[in-house]
């Protein structure tokens, strides 16, 4: 089709070259999102009080649950646009976005009021220090007042990346980035707002880029249409929640399981919790690898499967876990050597980099096995088979990362490296549910091919 530009089509050409030159944007947009939430915490830990370093530790764990939750229903979006995309049907694409439009419009609105309203239940359920309470209801009122503009950017970059285009969306989270330094500096270093600036430098940053993204996708050339009667919830809500709901699903347990234990954290005190809370941005960065591969995997494989080329999409796994890996392993060997000093980046405090860099150690090696993880899940999401990813992913959280971390937790020493320790198992756990589903479904794939 003459839309699509030879480097979105991913049914040809070097498999390897064009899944890191699509995973590459994804990965900096990525990058520059986790800025947001670090560059908070460093500005609030130079800047601001210790207090407020746990309170926008705390209260980013929530926006990060929201933001994992929409990531994972608009995924329903990319993955259903490439299908429309390896199909050459471009004219489906304009009806689909609609619908999408309208019911991310309603869900935008429950999230604002849930988390205005209940601020304080939020922040008691989360176990926040009593000394940071306060802080930690504030980020979440502030956050939850401008969610409008977090969904909407979430929801613009899944449309683009179902198109095969991961530029645009990385050039929309740089002007955000961007935004929320310089509002950082104003509001927590200038202004010493401490917590709230932090999250007014947020939901500004998110404002910015939405209104510049929708002026750019005025102007650009798109291969579709969309008229003001697309605009309402259809049948096509449900092609696309069909998909996505299982991984928002997902990724809310997902996400459930780590407030879960950063409220475990947070019952061992105020600088165990800033520590942890060190530690979470640090990871954060980490998962950026493999998380950009799973979102790359999912729409280079969906517009393989679109034109019967099962073959090639299982190659581009294959690359995938490979290439994942070798990060990895280069991932495991910096925290183990210098996590203290990534550490530092955020915190002069001495006890807080030391609780940050005890519960890395644990966590290292999820830097390696979620290469393996997140490229069956790219995968299979590209099959349409998010309600195994949906399962497998609730059972790991409720079967062993949560069980093995509360009886970490509970122990008369408890140690945070052992902590850590539960995110690497239960994805060890996952890879073997992984391995036996492909082999149970992967003659079926090939026949359906």
Do not use: W
């Not at 609030?44 to 649950?65: H, P």
């Not at 000394?131 to 956050?143: D, G, K, S």
């Not at 249409?225 to 919830?233: C, E, P």
């Amino acid at each position: 089709m003459d839309a699509i530009h030879e480097k979105q089509d991913f049914t040809q050409g070097n498999i390897l070259k064009k899944l890191l030159l699509f995973m590459l944007p994804v990965f900096g947009a990525l990058v520059l999102q986790a800025m947001y939430g670090a560059v908070d915490l460093f500005v609030v830990g130079r800047f601001g009080t210790t207090a407020g370093l746990s309170g926008v530790s705390t209260g980013s764990q929530v926006l990060n649950l929201v933001t994992f939750v929409i990531t994972g229903l608009a995924m329903g979006l990319t993955i259903q646009i490439g299908h429309y995309m390896g199909e050459k049907r471009p004219d489906k694409i304009g009806p689909l976005i609609g619908a999408g439009v309208i019911t991310f419009l309603v869900i935008s609105a429950i999230l604002c009021v849930a988390m205005v309203g209940g601020a304080h239940t939020i922040a008691t359920l989360m176990q926040a220090p009593k000394e940071a309470i306060n802080e930690t209801m504030t980020y979440i009122r502030i956050c939850g007042a401008g969610i409008f503009f977090i969904v909407a950017y979430n929801v613009i970059a899944a449309i683009f990346r179902g198109l095969g285009d991961s530029n645009t969306p990385l050039l929309f989270v740089l002007i955000a980035c961007i935004v929320n330094v310089v509002g950082d500096l104003f509001f927590v270093a200038g202004l010493k707002m401490n917590v709230a600036g932090a999250a007014l430098a947020t939901v500004l940053a998110q404002a910015v880029s939405v209104i510049l993204s929708l002026v750019i996708m005025k102007k650009k050339a798109l291969p579709f249409t969309m008229k003001k009667s697309d605009l309402r919830i259809t049948k096509k809500t449900v092609v696309f929640l069909k998909i996505g709901f299982p991984l928002a699903l997902q990724e809310f347990m997902t996400q459930i399981s780590f407030i879960a234990l950063c409220a475990f954290v947070n019952a061992l005190g105020l600088e165990a919790s800033s520590g942890y809370g060190v530690a979470c941005k640090i990871i954060s960065f980490i998962m950026l690898i493999p998380t950009s591969l799973m979102q790359s995997m999912a729409s280079f494989v969906s517009q393989n499967v679109a034109a019967y080329k099962e073959d090639r999409a299982r190659k581009a796994m294959l690359t995938g876990m490979m290439f994942g890996l070798t990060v990895g392993i280069c991932v495991f060997i910096l925290i183990y050597t210098h996590g203290d000093l990534v550490a530092s980046i955020f915190t002069k405090n001495t006890i807080v980099i030391q609780n940050a860099v005890k519960y890395l150690k644990g966590f290292a090696g999820e830097a390696i096995v979620t290469a393996f993880l997140f490229s069956f899940y790219g995968y299979f999401n590209g099959h349409d088979r998010s309600l195994f990813i949906m399962i497998a992913g609730l059972a790991q959280t409720f079967i062993v990362r949560l069980p093995f971390a509360y009886y970490q937790s509970i122990q008369p020493h408890a140690s945070l490296t052992m902590i850590g320790l539960a995110a690497p198992i239960a994805t060890s756990f996952g890879i073997l549910l992984c391995l036996i589903y492909y082999f149970k479904i992967k003659k079926t794939l090939f026949q359906e091919s």
